[in-house]
């Protein structure tokens, strides 16, 4: 039977409950056991999928096509299981399962209240969420609870997993509280006191943690520690320093070096070998040894809250550390570039465009792709980067001077980027493929298999065919194909299912290497195999760097790209 390790919050949010979970993750998976993690979320939407990036951050597509919290994105990093649906879900979710339980009569009359059967609903959720495939369950299952101990929203949670300990036996359930001890300049000292009322609250709803995560911008001298064990009744030894470090990939073996691992097999009656860490330590190694640097433009619309592209920075930071190289990413508002032009991009050696959502600072990512394609800067351009960079060589290159996507310009005569059911019919009947009436379900989304053209960038950094996911609306429009590839643009991989753009590119000799994907390599990732796609954007750019690091900005073409007027020149 799956014995579960419970994380909760307190003090303040963002603290790092995600990678403390996947770290522990990491921890016990490396002394022989099969984990999984859940993240319970109390929020009373769906999925995040209809959240605003500012409001949530990134949202995180799973193998299944599930829209999820982007912790489950660290889950992934840290361990092998690969995620689902079944791993994260929200308030929304278990109200709209007992409501519709109780419709179907199925509570057989009785008044349906929050416990117990709201708490009831959260725990058949965490017993669905310990399976790794149907007939296989974790060995251990983290649940991170998500919130802050205290919040309204979270106390059906909290309820809930309180009783699992009654439910399944103590040495079934183990309770790790993460919080911050915060350091007062102005006193000079750290103070324990927040942690102590937060665990103070956590025990007034009737948990008591077995250990206590002290979050820190440094580590804590055991006074601290023997304060914080006295005050909230846990043993020294389970008062763990979790304080600020240079990549979050070290954390596995700062809880092993406090023997976190142990506490926890402790906990639920575990004998176990001792934890291997070779692989993070390996990768520690080569992470330390980065003796290149690598300057990459971001040219996004969230770029003000960095949560919007962890992913994309994590896998970014996978490849160059497997390249022996320094990743810096520069975060660049596309609407900056509208209002003072692309200057600022000469001092990068990449540039890369990611997806997003809606109008706002479109002509500047375009304007950015420009001048990646005329200066002949390593690019890459993912979802609605790539959707961008066709629509600016169909405009700049292919004549078609108001070339457009119907998400942006419903009537324009060049629909270069189009939904569906917009540009192909099937059986005489206009039909939404892949699309249904709400905001939460009207997208290609999860897994879907990709064959790629010999002969192709493309082909050498996958072969024939890869597996990625996919979280979009708009598609390449197909009919348009012909004029485009004739005035040079290379569509270098297709959906097998029905021949959708996946992939473009142009040739080598005309460009060293520029790319757009419609799917979201960076999902795929993890610290301890980089992306492949990844490597050779990275690659690419380190070769710019160290093939122009004496040459001025001012030999690249920064001239400034109006809305209206274009350059029609070819390749």
């Keep these: 039977m799956t014995k579960f390790v419970f994380i909760t919050g307190g003090v303040v949010s963002s603290l790092g409950k995600g990678i403390a979970a996947a770290s522990l993750g990491a921890l016990l998976e490396s002394r022989g056991l099969k984990v999984t993690v859940i993240k319970m979320d109390p929020y009373l939407n769906m999925d995040p999928g209809t959240m605003s990036p500012f409001q949530h951050g990134e949202v995180f597509v799973t193998e299944d096509g599930a829209e999820t919290d982007l912790d489950l994105g660290h889950y992934e990093r840290f361990i092998a299981t690969r995620m689902s649906r079944i791993n994260n879900f929200t308030t929304g979710q278990i109200y709209d399962s007992v409501i519709r339980k109780e419709r179907k009569g199925q509570y057989l009359g009785k008044t349906v209240q929050v416990v ?6 959260i725990q058949d959720f965490i017993f669905r969420g310990a399976k790794i495939s149907h007939d296989d369950e ?83 001298p055991d006074d601290e520690r023997k304060k914080i064990s006295l005050f909230c009744n846990v043993r020294e030894e389970a008062v763990i320093s979790v304080y600020d470090v240079d990549s979050i990939y070290r954390i596995p073996r700062i809880l092993c070096e406090q023997r976190v691992d142990d506490l926890i097999c402790r906990s639920l009656n575990l004998s176990l070998p001792e934890a291997d860490l070779s692989i993070w330590d390996d990768l520690l190694a080569k992470f330390s040894n980065t003796s290149r640097i690598v300057k990459i433009a971001m040219v996004g619309k969230y770029v003000e809250l960095r949560e919007s592209y962890k992913s994309l920075n994590e896998a970014l930071t996978h490849a160059g550390i497997h390249r022996q190289a320094k990743v810096t990413v520069d975060y660049i508002d596309s609407e900056m570039i509208q ?53 600016e060589f169909a405009r700049n290159v292919a004549k078609m001077p108001l070339a457009n ?167």
């Design 138 to 220: 974790a060995e251990v299952a983290i649940v991170e609870v998500g919130g802050t101990v205290g919040d309204i929203e979270s106390l059906p949670f909290l309820e809930a997993i309180r009783q699992m300990a009654l439910r399944l036996g103590d040495s079934m359930t183990c309770y790790v509280h993460l919080t911050l001890v915060p350091f007062l300049a102005s006193a000079g000292e750290l103070k324990t006191k927040p942690t102590q009322h937060s665990v103070q609250r956590l025990r007034e709803i009737g948990i008591l943690p077995n250990l206590i995560l002290c979050r820190a911008d440094r580590f804590i």
């Design 116 to 121: 117990p059967h709201i708490t009831n609903e």
């Design 405 to 571: 996507s119907t998400e942006f310009d419903a009537k324009t005569g060049f629909p270069v980027i189009a939904l569906i059911n917009e540009w192909t019919r099937i059986d005489g009947e206009k039909e939404r493929r892949h699309l249904s009436s709400d905001k939460g379900g009207t997208m290609r989304l999860g897994n879907q298999k990709i064959k790629i053209k010999p002969d192709s960038l493309a082909f050498k950094i996958y072969g024939e065919t890869t597996l990625e996911r996919h979280r979009h609306r708009y598609e390449c429009n197909n009919i348009l194909l012909p004029k485009l590839e004739a005035a040079g643009l290379i569509f270098s991989g297709f959906t097998e299912k029905d021949s959708l753009v996946e992939v473009i590119e142009f040739c080598q000799n005309q460009h060293p290497w520029f790319m757009g994907v419609q799917f979201h390599p960076e999902f795929k990732s993890n610290p301890r195999a980089s992306h492949p796609l990844f490597l050779s954007f990275i690659e690419a750019a380190l070769r710019r760097a160290e093939g122009l690091s004496n040459i001025s900005g001012s030999q690249l073409k920064t001239k400034k790209l109006f809305k209206g007027t274009h350059e029609t020149s070819r390749l």
């Design 339 to 391: 209002s003072v032009g692309t200057s600022k991009l000469t001092e990068f050696d990449a540039i890369l465009v990611p997806g997003g959502f809606g109008e706002r600072g479109i002509e500047g990512k375009i304007e950015a792709i420009s001048f990646a394609r005329l200066n002949k800067i390593p690019f890459l351009g993912i979802c609605l980067g790539m959707q961008l960079a066709v629509v």
